[in-house]
């Protein structure tokens, strides 16, 4: 459960990061943020990990005021939460695994565990084989989905994704959504920031969209395709929902609008 | 994670972490154990000065002499009256012919010198050996001035004089020991400072994953925290190890002579040691906690980093 009052970020130099904004996110939802860029969704993506704090308002995560958080249970909110951050942060001189395995080791986790948890968390990226991989070596789909496998590794409650397919080709990005959906299903809060409203447009589900810091809407669309893990792109059996054009937002990524059909060239990237 | 996985951790990554930055460590290290080194020779000479001062101070005797016209009957009573001092351990008479026969003994060159006297050139003394342990400053000058107010009396002469002189100056040492190592030990404190912060400023990137994915402070601090702290005790050792060699080494070359004695004769003692090896890893673990400084009460601003660069 995350609940948001009132609440607005002005940086240091005065931009707006967010401004007034009040919602709640029950446990369990799926959410997708979006937004011209420059609107303000790592902004609110930061002040749920609480990276950042905001100016004006209160954020409540699980019951918990984060403005009232003591310095040190930050760690243990933290460790709840899998963040996909926007520009990665991977570490150049660890190998994939030791990227990934840093939660896992902070737990006290013993080293076979460690691998074991990070081999299978990477299968599911589809990344297992590059476990011994400096990060430099990959592409920039692969950090991503190590970026993605780092979040996921011990199962958070929540997941916040920032542009997690923003690197990669419709087809795995298609993937990647399809492994976010699976984690949503298994009960964890997911919320995916993405310039992409063709993705959208074709999953459904909540859709936040901001607007220079502020809640501009706040919609349900039907979900559209349910997971289907080994399906990969292909299929989208969840109905025929037919989200309509949504003339109101721009898009500087996708191409515009389209309907709910898979395996379309709606290019991101 | 618990205390004992912590801190295994915490060696295993400040190993890797010396390992890696192994030039910078080292000067951090020579800084410490420079300094550690250079306190401990001033201790070493103080030391040995001190303990030789001890030494002659309890060799050391009293010498009452009586006026060249005085007779056997007053060496006696003299002698008597000294002995009667309840902190004197023995009160011997010297004869003026004993005197001269010494004199001949220990300068036999000289020995012309004494010839063709009207009177012995050298007069007759009391030696006086006090039980030093029982005798304070004040009884031994009261004693003095009454001794020299007898008749029979010319003067009293003290070696405590110059020994007190020489007690000075191993205080003085002692001091600059303390004074000297200790303005060295902080420069070491700041090296050490500037070395972690750097491996620290090289590593900020791994420190902000690993706050944002939940470590705490102490995680992320211990392994520089050990990193100051083994570049602290080496260094200590170093000095320690330095100390030895060169004690031996004066040794050697001084052997028994008197600046042997007076800087070789005597190592310093295992708990001194210890205390200075202890000191290299205080001042480490100083140099890290001061460049990591303090939490910031705002972690959103820690999340960038530890301040310094800020
Ligand atoms: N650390 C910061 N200091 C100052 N201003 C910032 C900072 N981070 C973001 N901003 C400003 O806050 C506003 C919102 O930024 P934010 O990064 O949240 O947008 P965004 O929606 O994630 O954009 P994008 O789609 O390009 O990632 C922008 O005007 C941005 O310039
Ligand atoms: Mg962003």
């Known amino acids: 459960m995350i609940e948001l009052y009132h609440v607005s970020k002005r940086y240091p130099g005065g931009q707006i990061g967010l401004s007034d904004v009040s919602l709640s996110i029950p446990r369990g ?119 993605i ?46 310039h992409d409203r063709a993705l959208i447009d074709r999953v459904g589900h909540r859709v936040l969209t901001l607007d220079q810091g502020k809640l501009a809407e706040d919609r349900e669309l039907p979900p559209g395709i349910v ?36 395996a379309e060239a709606g290019g991101t990237s | 994670m618990n205390l004992a996985q912590a801190l295994a951790y915490f060696l295993r990554e400040a190993v890797v972490g010396l390992a890696r930055g ?51 009957a007053d060496l006696a009573r003299v002698a008597d009256l000294i002995e009667s001092m309840p902190w004197v351990r023995a009160a011997r008479p010297v004869q ?23 009177q012995d050139p050298l007069p007759a003394s009391v030696a006086v050996e006090p039980d030093w342990p029982a005798v ?54 700041f090296t050490i400072a500037s070395v972690i912060r750097l491996a620290a400023h090289q590593h900020r990137d791994e420190i902000t994953v690993l706050r944002l994915v939940g470590a705490t402070e102490f995680y992320i601090r211990g392994p520089f925290y050990a990193e100051g702290t083994i570049q602290g005790t080496l260094g200590g050792l170093g000095a320690v190890g330095a100390l030895a060699a060169s004690f031996i080494a004066l040794q050697r070359r001084f052997g028994d002579g008197l600046l042997g004695s007076l800087v070789a004769s005597q190592f310093l003692n295992p708990t001194l040691l210890v205390a200075l090896v202890a000191l290299g890893a205080a001042a480490g673990l100083a140099g890290a906690i001061l460049s990591l400084g303090r939490e910031k009460a705002d972690s959103a601003r820690a999340a960038a980093g530890w301040g310094s660069e800020e």
């Open chain 2, 136 to 189: 304070n400053a004040t009884t031994l000058a009261n004693a003095t001035t009454t001794w020299r107010e007898d008749p029979a009396v010319s003067s009293v002469d003290d070696d405590r004089d110059w020994l007190a002189q020489l007690e000075v100056v191993t205080t003085m040492l002692r001091g600059l020991a303390t004074v000297v190592g200790g303005a060295l030990l902080i420069t070491a404190v």
């Open chain 2, 96 to 118: 003026a012919e004993e005197a001269r026969e010494r004199f001949i003994a220990a300068y036999p060159s000289m020995a012309d010198l004494l010839e063709g006297w009207d």
């Open chain 1, 227 to 262: 997971p289907n893990m080994r399906a990969g792109a292909a299929s989208a059996p969840g109905g025929d929902a037919a989200p309509e054009p949504d003339a109101a937002l721009e898009s500087d990524a996708a191409p515009g609008p389209t309907t709910a059909l898979p």
């Open chain 1, 149 to 194: 496998a780092r979040a996921l590794i011990n199962e958070p409650e929540i997941l916040l994704a920032d542009e997690p397919t923003g690197n990669l080709d419709p087809e795995l990005s298609e993937e990647i959504l399809h492994l976010l959906l699976e984690v949503n299903l298994r009960g964890t809060t997911v919320i995916l920031a993405t």
């Open chain 1, 29 to 147: 939802q799926m959410v997708f943020l979006t937004g011209a860029s420059g609107s303000g969704k790592s902004t609110f993506l930061k002040m749920i990990y609480r990276e950042e704090v905001p100016t004006e308002g209160q954020i409540l995560v699980n019951g918990r005021n984060l403005a009232a958080l003591p310095a040190k249970k930050i760690p243990y909110l933290r460790r709840t939460i899998g963040v996909v951050f926007q520009e990665f942060r991977l570490i150049a001189r660890k190998t994939v695994f030791e990227n990934i395995s840093y939660l896992p080791r902070i737990l006290g986790m013993d080293s076979a565990r460690q691998r074991k948890l990070a081999y299978d968390t990477l299968r599911r990226v589809g990344l297992a084989h590059r476990i011994n991989a400096f990060p430099l070596s990959l592409s920039g789909g692969e950090r991503q989905r190590v970026a």
């Open chain 2, 22 to 72: 192994w030039k910078t460590s080292l000067l951090a290290v020579m800084t410490i154990g420079f300094s550690l080194f250079l306190s401990g020779i001033f201790l070493l000479v103080s030391i040995n000065l001190g303990s030789m001062v001890d030494a002659w101070r309890n060799e050391s005797r009293i010498m009452v002499y009586l006026e060249a016209d005085s007779d056997a």
